[in-house]
Structure formats: structure tokens, C-alpha cells
């Protein structure tokens, strides 16, 4: 699975798992630190949008439109910030809510201890240029 570049700059690395849409996670260090001790609200938004896209490759992977060439633009993107994140590893993971011929829409969570309370959620609504 091919990343945006600023999924490095993030230092996001994909876990391993089970054959369904990658989980991401971003390392706590200094350059997605906001206030002393807690993320920084875009590297948050960031992660999210980079889950939001690695599902959406791996739903066009599947679909075999990703060979074939499909391009993933965005359209918008909707941030909901629940709790601060604090000085630890965050992960998050994307869910392809609907894969139209040209639209896709897509959900994203992060968390950091505990996968069901969330520390941020986002809904984000992609354009597909198939090749």
C-alpha cells in the first residue's frame, strides 16, 4: 500500500492484521506535538485523512479499480475532535461507508487505549477518476 508523502512526514506506519482495511498508527514524537503533551489537532485531522484513504485503497484494491488505474481526489473532509490526545501512540482506521462509480464516501476513527472511545472522527467524501 502506497501512502501520501505526508504520512511519512506523520511517521505513520501500517499494523499488521487481518486481510480488512488498514489500521494506522502514528508514533508520539515532536513534530506532530501541539501544546506540551497532547497532539496537535492537524496531525490528528492528518491521520485520520491518511486512514480514510489507505480504506479506500484497499476497497478499490479489492474492487480491481485501484490497477486500473483509479486516481482519489477529495472533495471535503469533516473533523470531530472528542478528547485531547495525549503523549502516546494514536491509531486510527477508515470504513468505506459507500464506493459509488465516482464517489466514495468514507468514515475514520482514532483512538488512542481504547478503540471504542474514540479521540477524534472524521467523514470525508473522495471523487474517483477511474483510469
Do not use: C
Not at 14 to 37: C, H, I, K, N, Y
Not at 55 to 79: W, Y
Amino acid at each position: 500500500m502506497k501512502l501520501p508523502p505526508y504520512a511519512e512526514l506523520l511517521g505513520l506506519m501500517v499494523e499488521p492484521g487481518d486481510a480488512g482495511p488498514p489500521v494506522l498508527m502514528m508514533p508520539f514524537v515532536s513534530q506532530v506535538t501541539g501544546r506540551p503533551g497532547f497532539l496537535h489537532g492537524g496531525a490528528i485531522g492528518g491521520l485520520l485523512e491518511m486512514a480514510a484513504i489507505a480504506s479506500l485503497q484497499h476497497a478499490l484494491e479489492a474492487d480491481g479499480a485501484l490497477q486500473a488505474g483509479a486516481k482519489i481526489k477529495p472533495i471535503n473532509v469533516t473533523v470531530d475532535f472528542m478528547r485531547g490526545g495525549r503523549d502516546k501512540e494514536t491509531r486510527a482506521l477508515g470504513i468505506v461507508t459507500r464506493l459509488g462509480t465516482r464517489v466514495a464516501k468514507v468514515e475514520a476513527h482514532a483512538w488512542q487505549d481504547d478503540r471504542d472511545r474514540p479521540i477524534a472522527s472524521a467523514r470525508m467524501n473522495y471523487l474517483i477518476v477511474r483510469g
